[in-house]
């Protein structure tokens, strides 16, 4: 059975880190509701704009796939991530996007780390293209993410930071993870971190609505120096979690993945403590 983890632990400025918008409320929504109704600040910081989404492209586009319409996928992404963490109490304000091409975080990690080597993302561009990113027209490459990364964390000082965990089966993911870590070591942070999954196997078991239920680890990530501990939430926290799950309708109007998104509306949320 993991450990619980007070929230008090988490002090008082909490730094929520997620590839794409909707990871934040699948991973921490409740947790994030928690904070905010005890008074700390929650600040989001997506790496993408989830641009890069072929089947929720298609029904925008009208079944085309075009730059256009994932360009749009990207705008109306980001305003339901803004609308899902008013329903959780987090201000406008206190929700930040790099606005970095979704499906290439991995290559920005490893080969295109230099502005001169920007990738660029389905929508087209190799610089970020929206005028309410963090740093509009940004070439698309590691060394900027990693640099924009670094200036969040030095200006918002968190007191615990809440981002994906190396293992997650997601490239965006397990490449998020470490520009964190890169980030964060930079920066010597020596707060809290905490990792998180979304994607693993068929994490968390069942891909059901279980509300009453807690998460259990995958099987594969017990045991051995993973230390995992839960958030226990109230029922307030569990209605807020799934109501802001609802502010997605780009991805909950896709049948399978509003089962999956379902399923992490549970009875506490799971997260993985690390040591600086």
């Known amino acids: 059975m993991p450990a619980t983890l007070t929230l008090s632990e988490l002090g008082e400025r909490v730094l929520v880190i997620a590839a794409h918008p909707d990871d934040e409320v ?73 606005g970095y091409p979704d499906g290439r975080l991995i290559s920005m990690l490893d080969s295109d780390r230099e502005p001169s080597r920007a990738a660029a993302g389905r929508s087209g561009s190799a610089v970020v293209p929206y005028d309410w990113a963090y740093r509009p027209g940004a070439p698309c490459a590691g060394d900027e993410l990693a640099s924009d990364l670094a200036s969040v964390v030095r200006e918002y000082e968190p007191t615990a930071v809440v981002y994906p ?80 799950l609802r502010a997605f309708p780009s991805q909950d109007a896709i049948p399978d993945l509003r089962y999956f998104m379902r399923a992490f509306v549970r009875s506490d949320e799971l997260f993985v403590r690390r040591c600086p």
């Open 165 to 244: 965990h190396m293992r997650d089966a997601h490239g965006d993911h397990a490449a998020a993870a470490a520009f964190t870590d890169e980030a964060l070591d930079s920066c010597g942070f020596d707060g809290m971190r905490l990792t998180c999954l979304v994607h693993h196997g068929h994490y968390p078991y069942p891909w059901a609505y279980r509300p009453s239920y807690p998460i259990s680890p995958p099987r594969a990530l017990r045991g051995g120096d993973i230390c995992w501990v839960r958030v226990p939430l109230e029922p307030a926290d569990i209605a807020a979690k799934e109501a802001a």
């Open 26 to 98: 699948l991973v921490a929504g409740g947790t994030i509701h928690a904070l905010r109704a005890r008074g700390a600040r929650v600040r989001v910081l997506l790496l993408t704009a989830g641009d890069g989404y072929l089947r929720a492209a298609r029904r925008l586009g009208r079944f085309s796939s075009g730059k256009v319409a994932y360009r749009r996928l990207g705008e109306l992404r980001f305003r339901e991530s803004v609308d899902a963490a008013g329903t959780l109490g987090v201000p406008a304000d206190d929700v930040l996007c790099l």
